[in-house]
């Protein structure tokens, strides 16, 4: 079964995406067998239909072209992170955010979404794009999560509160399901919800917020690992492909570099080789 990953950032993490996509086809030995680099999720720096993180600034047409081109001839999605909780209908007109999927309006790339008034917009409107439901609903009973899954969407990403537990192994279909293996945000966090709607509001104004105090920010991506919800590659590679899972997103917008670089090492290089594809890496991409 091929399993695909679904990475962190297009645009901020654009280079080291690139590199590990070249990577894998200039020495496939160095990969776990069967993986692929499906989508590199995110948005481009201001857009007010993001959600998630906050990204705040501007860029060029240019530049926004280059990247959805790089990564398209590549075989890699771009994956929009339109999942703003808090959108209201004029917010629908935005221009920035329309120019994002008519650059990227070629049947290879997708949207995650969170507002049914945005969804339904894009459905309509850019009906090329695949639809992905977000882990921002924050859907944690199963019984939701199961009508989430009948509805139309390629993909259904599972609040991460269910890894490792018998309740997301009961679901179905499991190709429809996709899971985040690395989530920095801690099980359970009971302020998760409130965290995405001031991410929405920071996204809307422009402007940094206070935010509800989080207690993991800082964490590293080994400390990340002592995580109930975490998926190690034993598991992965293992008892959840064997299961019939194949979707994995990696955790990372936002984030350092080298969180960013130790996860793409972990999840997508075998052992014997992470230390020089890290080496390597930091040299190539981060001339370090």
């Given amino acids: 079964m091929q399993i695909h990953f679904f990475l962190p950032d297009f645009y901020a993490n654009f280079k080291i995406i690139c590199f590990f996509a070249d990577?894998?086809?200039?020495?496939p030995n160095y990969f776990y067998d069967g993986i692929s680099i499906g989508a590199a999720y995110g948005?481009?720096?201001?857009?007010?239909?993001?959600?998630?993180?906050?990204i705040l600034g501007s860029c060029t047409k240019q530049e926004m072209e280059y990247t959805i081109s790089e990564l398209n001839r590549r075989g890699i999605a771009v994956r929009y992170t339109f999942t703003n909780p808090i959108l209201e209908k004029w917010h629908i007109a935005d221009t920035f955010c329309n120019l994002c999927l008519e650059l990227g309006d070629n049947g290879q790339n997708e949207v995650i979404v969170n507002s049914a008034l945005l969804e339904?917009?894009?459905?309509?409107?850019?009906?090329s794009y695949n639809i992905i439901s977000s882990t921002t609903k924050c859907i944690s009973d199963t019984t939701q999560v199961k009508k989430e899954l009948q509805k139309d969407y390629t993909l259904v990403v599972i609040d991460s509160a269910l890894n490792n537990t018998e309740q997301l192994f009961s679901l179905e279909p499991k190709e429809k399901i996709e899971l985040i293996a690395n989530h920095y945000c801690a099980d359970n966090c009971p302020k998760r919800q409130m965290h995405y709607e001031a991410v929405g509001k920071s996204?809307?104004?422009?402007?940094?917020?206070?935010?509800?105090?989080?207690p993991n920010i800082n964490r590293n991506f080994y400390q990340v690992m002592k995580e109930r919800s975490f998926i190690s590659t034993e598991l992965l590679y293992g008892k959840y492909r064997d299961a019939g899972f194949c979707n994995f997103k990696l955790d990372g917008r936002a984030f350092h570099a080298y969180k960013v670089l130790e996860s793409f090492v972990y999840y997508l290089i075998l052992p014997e080789f992470r230390d020089q594809v890290r080496h390597f890496a930091l040299k190539e991409v981060y001339r370090l």
């Fill in 120 to 127: 339904d917009y894009i459905r309509k409107a850019f009906p």
């Fill in 203 to 214: 996204q809307l104004t422009f402007s940094e917020i206070d935010f509800p105090a989080c």
């Fill in 43 to 54: 948005c481009f720096p201001g857009a007010i239909w993001n959600g998630g993180r906050v």
């Fill in 23 to 27: 990577l894998m086809k200039q020495y």
